[in-house]
């Protein structure tokens, strides 16, 4: 077999399998938030299929999929079937240059942070188009609102990377997890913990998640852009919402907590060759899943900000702060006070 | 408190606008609201998983109706129609006749259960303690018509759940 074969065949598999795994986490993290916020509200959640509820996710899937996709009459066919692929497609392909574990990564690409920032910007084409094709006033205003509060909340987000940026000295997400490893003390989070809430705020912003939901926003507008969408299109949208959810605390765990490394690097009182020592897919799991709980957590807390609000946050909070902590971050930086070395 | 514009309270102020401004940026509110959803996420769910697990219940429940009877097996139903003047929503029918034996009995006691509020009036206005609402609250209907209860079908609540309609009556016997 000639060696290009040989690798798309390695590609292929390696895409394959980590799609896969996505959509099984998105499956079971819509288990995992309806029983966090179940118990958060005194309730347990779902507990009757499988055991322990587990089956819920496939139910749910299964009752999606035998599901009637209604197109509406006036509506723009093609734009509404491609919709909710257009907001999927982006929240997987992002997967392609994230770093599982040490020296694990489809695509390892120098621009990896770039990738990721253009994916992301992408993934809102899918809502807009969503709320345009419908022809509906409800869908529409959520498409509206989804857009400004995208480009809003996109600037903040740019910020904030630009800081780790910064600190890493590349836009290669391996080499930004290298750069901070050592253990606890060399993250990110610490330097830049400013930027660091802005960017998770703003990742919440981003997926359209509570207090940020204007976009669905179901007691004002129904159900927001994807108001007529039904079965599999529907199922779509919202594999591609958890996904961004998934994906977005992925990136926050790489980008300020080290993805894969460990945060007990370096101690030597653990003793040689313990296995919390090491870096593995381990610790960025557990990062990526604490993220989710975060958002969870978030969404059981808050009640959704009003527009003008949301507006206020994102220009004239969060761009000004990020502004200034880099400007800081600069003159750390230059007078070489700090943790990290360039 | 004095809230003139003196050098002191104006200083005040400001110590104030600031205080919160920086409270604000730590997001201290937030930080609290997270606090309670976190604390109530640790404590145990008052879920009650119904078909299995059921809340304590009254004996004086008011459900379905029942026509009770002597323990000789007679009827203790007299058709004097209280029951029927006294109810708010006019659900029950009675019409009666003389039996064979004599006695007022009534030929038909229908109890519309769409109309019934379960106000227990009925139970309170009976002489002869006939008229019972049970403790039974899980029933349905599937054709139309099932709403009227007939004669026939409260007197046979009322011998399927004797034992039960008559423990809750002597345990409420004593507040009447």
């Not at chain 1, 209604?70 to 392609?96: E, G, K």
Request: glycine share 6%.
């Amino acid at each position: 077999m000639p060696l290009y074969l040989q690798n798309l065949v390695i590609i292929t598999t390696q895409i394959l399998a980590v799609t896969i795994c996505v959509i099984l986490t998105v499956a079971f993290t819509t288990y995992f938030e309806r029983k966090v916020i179940g118990y958060m509200q005194g309730r347990i959640g779902p507990n009757r299929v499988g055991i322990k509820g587990l089956g819920q996710p496939f139910a749910d899937v299964i009752k999606l999929l035998i599901k009637e996709v209604v197109i509406p009459s006036r509506s723009n066919r093609y734009l509404f079937v491609i919709a909710p692929l257009l907001s999927l497609i982006p929240a997987l392909a992002t997967w392609a240059v994230i770093p599982l574990t040490d020296g694990f990564v489809i695509a390892d690409i120098n621009a990896g942070l770039l990738y990721v920032l253009a994916l992301t910007s992408v993934g809102v084409y899918g809502v807009l188009l969503a709320g345009w094709a419908t022809n509906s006033k409800y869908a529409f205003l959520g498409a509206m609102r989804c857009a400004a509060q995208i480009v809003a909340y996109e600037i903040a987000m740019g910020f904030a990377l630009v800081g780790v940026l910064m600190a890493s000295g590349s836009l290669n997400l391996g080499e930004i997890i290298a750069s901070q490893s050592g253990g606890f003390s060399q993250w990110f989070i610490i330097p830049l913990f400013p930027l660091f809430m802005v960017y998770f705020i703003s990742g919440v912003a981003e997926t359209n998640r509570a207090p940020f939901d204007v976009a669905e926003g179901e007691s004002e507008i129904v159900a927001g852009f994807h108001v007529e969408y039904s079965g599999v299109a529907f199922a779509v949208f919202f594999l591609a919402e958890y996904a961004n959810i998934i994906l977005i605390a992925a990136l926050t765990s790489i980008f300020f907590l080290a993805g894969w490394s460990s945060p007990f690097e370096g101690w030597v009182f653990l003793g040689e060759g313990n296995l919390l020592r090491e870096p593995s897919f381990f610790w960025l799991a557990v990062k990526i899943c604490f993220f989710i709980f975060v958002f969870f957590w978030i969404r059981a807390t808050f009640p959704r900000y009003r527009y003008d609000q949301i507006m206020r946050l994102g220009w004239k909070i969060f761009i000004p702060v990020t502004i200034v902590w880099i400007a800081v971050e600069g003159v750390m930086v230059w007078m070489k006070v700090g943790p990290w070395s360039i | 408190m004095d809230e003139s514009w003196t050098l002191v309270n104006i200083n005040r102020l400001i110590m104030k606008k600031i205080k919160n401004y920086i409270k604000t940026f730590l997001l201290w509110e937030l930080w609290q609201g997270l606090s309670v959803t976190l604390r109530n996420f640790f404590r145990p769910s008052t879920t009650i998983q119904y078909p299995e697990e059921k809340t304590p219940q009254s004996s004086r429940f008011r459900g379905l109706h029942a026509l009770r009877r002597y323990p000789n097996g007679e009827e203790r139903c007299i058709a004097c129609k209280l029951c029927e003047a006294v109810c708010p929503a006019l659900a029950i029918t009675i019409e009666s006749e003389v039996a064979d034996d004599g006695t007022r009995r009534a030929s038909r006691y229908d109890i519309d259960l769409f109309k019934c509020i379960y106000c227990g009036f009925c139970e309170e206005a009976c002489p002869v303690d006939a008229i019972v609402e049970t403790r039974i609250h899980e029933y349905h209907m599937e054709a139309p018509g099932e709403n009227i209860m007939t004669k026939d079908k409260l007197l046979a609540i009322g011998d399927k759940f004797d034992n039960l309609i008559t423990k809750d009556k002597a345990a409420d016997a004593k507040y009447r």
